[in-house]
């Protein structure tokens, strides 16, 4: 029994040490940048070892294919670098080049398995390197300094933040909330009534962009895990979108919380002066 206690106290402090990376932004981001070069620098090796076994049958069929081929590995793996560098610049703060993140984005998408399985040999959780692209993401996201209308803001948070036992549907209507202080849901429709943005709860993916799709913002603030907030931010891109990560004290999607004080301070980031309290939160 005790060290079933332990256990679960080991896993409350690794979640609060990673939720406080992504909040300050800190090593978290190099770890992910890290990996994504480690991984680029193994899929180099693996392409230059095809082309090297490949190059005696290409050439028997035609003798420019290996070139070609060479040619066509050599771009790949330049871009992947260059997207990876061009990453670097941009959370050390240097002039960088944002008309490439789309390719970033998919670069990331492509190595990003391969990365996970990676940090699995060096001991690195998967947890832990989408918390870091969570903290990469969001640096990216100051570093263009987007700032839109109340009512262009659609705030997203996944159904475990409401209490389980709650019989009140929300996932259509936020303001069917009855506001009785036992989960944060009641504290964010009060905060849309009183800031003006889009605010929704999703049972899952699919709504969420059904959502995105419907209220067609100019920017996403997403609450959730480091899983769903990975895969909704390259989901809505180009869309610029900001995670933020829930609290899970009793495990992953169930009643669940979000700092408060840290949703206002990003809301207050994004939200263009003077624009709040347009909507009245609907």
């Known amino acids: 029994m005790e060290a079933k206690k332990s256990k679960h106290r080991k896993d409350a402090m690794t979640k609060a040490a990673v939720v406080s990376d992504v909040i300050a932004g800190r090593p978290q981001k190099r ?21 090297y076994i490949g190059v005696p049958g290409l050439a028997a069929i035609q003798p420019w294919l290996p070139t070609l081929l060479g040619i066509v590995f050599t771009a790949m793996i330049l871009l992947a670098f260059f997207g990876i560098f061009n990453m ?11 008309v490439l993140q789309k390719q970033t984005y998919e670069l990331i998408n492509a190595l990003f398995p391969f990365a996970v399985y990676l940090g699995h040999i060096f001991g690195i959780k ?14 990216l996201f100051r570093r263009r300094k987007i700032r839109v209308p109340a009512d262009k803001l659609l705030v997203v948070t996944p159904h475990c933040l409401q209490l389980a036992i709650c019989p009140h549907k929300i996932t259509r209507d936020p303001h069917n909330c009855k506001r009785c202080g036992r989960c944060d849901i009641g504290a964010l429709v009060t905060l849309a009534d009183e800031m003006g943005f889009h605010f929704f709860v999703a049972t899952g993916g699919t709504l969420a962009r059904q959502i995105v799709y419907k209220t067609r913002p100019k920017a996403v603030l997403a609450i959730a895990c480091e899983r ?3 895969s909704g931010i390259q989901d809505v891109y180009p869309l610029p979108a900001v995670g933020v990560l829930n609290i899970r004290p009793n495990g992953p999607c169930y009643n669940t919380h979000v700092d408060m004080a840290l949703v206002r301070a990003q809301l207050e980031e994004i939200i263009l002066p003077g624009t709040s309290g347009q909507r009245g939160g609907r």
């Open 88 to 98: 670097v610049l941009a959370v050390s703060g240097w002039p960088y080049l944002p």
């Open 228 to 230: 769903d907030l990975m």
């Open 126 to 139: 998967r947890r832990r390197l989408e918390g870091s692209f969570i903290a990469v993401s969001n640096l």
């Open 31 to 51: 770890l992910f940048i890290g990996m994504l070069s480690l991984t680029s620098v193994c899929m180099a090796l693996v392409l230059f070892l095809i082309w």
